[in-house]
């Protein structure tokens, strides 16, 4: 009996030690990956000032976050009229082990679920920041060069964009103010120049009067926008 609660609290001791070591040493997650996932997305938070958009905002946000699995690589983008900040992480998490396997494991359960929910908190602060500049004045179409240049020679990966695709000012409802932001960004004259790759518009603001604008700039392949705004649902 005294043998056996003598290796019991040489094992607690040891396992005590092991996590300490783990505190220490920053895990990398992105080596437990079993997909290699990759994702990126990009926040155009001051697009948000109607209050449908937002909660379409926050539910596709939310449904990204919660797909993410134990070492995906994950990058959130806030872009500030022309001002990007980052944060780019993989996902704590750590492979299933036995109760001896874990005592000697390079990955600590615990850590984990603490820097999980460390990084839930991050992903709040700049969401919350992205919907507070909400009502901001934007040119969308200087937002569009923003991607264009970031995907430049970088690798495309799983990307999102977040973004209303409602310009500056405009009321959807009203059909003289949707036609002023068609010549705006007509006459802006760099509707032709702009490239976006395959990324995906989350949840944009569902107003068939907006699609339509969009769709119009194309301006029958005369120096219109040259690529089509591919949207998801995310709910």
Same mark, same amino acid.
């Given at each position: 009996?005294?043998?056996?609660? !003598?290796?019991?609290?040489?094992?607690?001791? !040891?396992?005590?030690?092991?996590?300490?070591?783990?505190?220490?040493?920053?895990?990398? /997650?992105?080596?437990?990956?079993?997909?290699?996932?990759?994702?990126?997305?990009?926040?155009?938070?001051?697009?948000?000032? /109607? #209050?449908? #958009?937002? +909660? +379409?905002?926050?539910?596709?946000?939310?449904?990204? !976050?919660?797909?993410?699995?134990?070492?995906?690589?994950?990058?959130?983008?806030?872009?500030?009229?022309?001002?990007?900040? #980052?944060?780019?992480?993989? !996902?704590?998490?750590?492979?299933?082990?036995?109760?001896?396997?874990?005592?000697?494991?390079?990955?600590?359960?615990?850590?984990?679920?603490?820097?999980?929910?460390?990084?839930?908190?991050?992903?709040?602060?700049?969401?919350?920041?992205?919907?507070?500049?909400?009502?901001?004045?934007?040119?969308?179409?200087?937002?569009?060069?923003?991607?264009?240049?970031?995907?430049?020679?970088?690798?495309?990966?799983?990307? /999102?964009?977040?973004?209303?695709?409602?310009?500056?000012?405009?009321?959807?409802?009203?059909?003289?103010?949707?036609?002023?932001?068609?010549?705006?960004?007509?006459?802006?004259?760099?509707?032709?120049?702009?490239?976006?790759?395959?990324?995906?518009?989350?949840?944009?603001?569902?107003?068939?009067?907006?699609?339509?604008?969009?769709?119009?700039?194309?301006?029958?392949?005369?120096?219109?926008?040259?690529?089509?705004?591919?949207?998801?649902?995310?709910?």
């Amino acid at each position: 009996m005294k043998r056996n609660l !003598f290796v019991y609290a040489a094992l607690l001791s !040891f396992a005590a030690s092991a996590f300490s070591s783990h505190a220490l040493a920053k895990t990398d /997650y992105c080596q437990y990956s079993k997909t290699k996932r990759s994702v990126e997305v990009h926040l155009f938070g001051n697009t948000y000032g /109607y #209050d449908g #958009d937002k +909660r +379409r905002f926050q539910s596709g946000i939310q449904n990204i !976050f919660n797909s993410l699995k134990m070492g995906d690589r994950f990058k959130l983008i806030h872009h500030n009229n022309g001002q990007i900040k #980052d944060l780019e992480i993989c !996902f704590p998490g750590c492979p299933k082990k036995s109760l001896l396997e874990s005592l000697t494991a390079k990955c600590s359960v615990e850590i984990a679920k603490k820097e999980k929910s460390q990084l839930r908190k991050r992903v709040s602060a700049i969401l919350g920041q992205a919907i507070k500049s909400g009502g901001e004045p934007y040119r969308i179409v200087d937002q569009l060069k923003t991607l264009d240049e970031y995907y430049t020679n970088r690798e495309l990966v799983e990307s /999102y964009v977040f973004n209303s695709t409602v310009p500056y000012g405009v009321d959807i409802d009203s059909k003289s103010s949707l036609d002023k932001a068609f010549v705006e960004m007509v006459q802006s004259g760099s509707l032709g120049t702009i490239t976006i790759p395959n990324v995906k518009f989350v949840n944009v603001n569902p107003s068939k009067a907006l699609q339509s604008l969009w769709a119009d700039l194309a301006l029958d392949g005369s120096e219109g926008l040259d690529f089509d705004i591919q949207t998801v649902i995310l709910d």
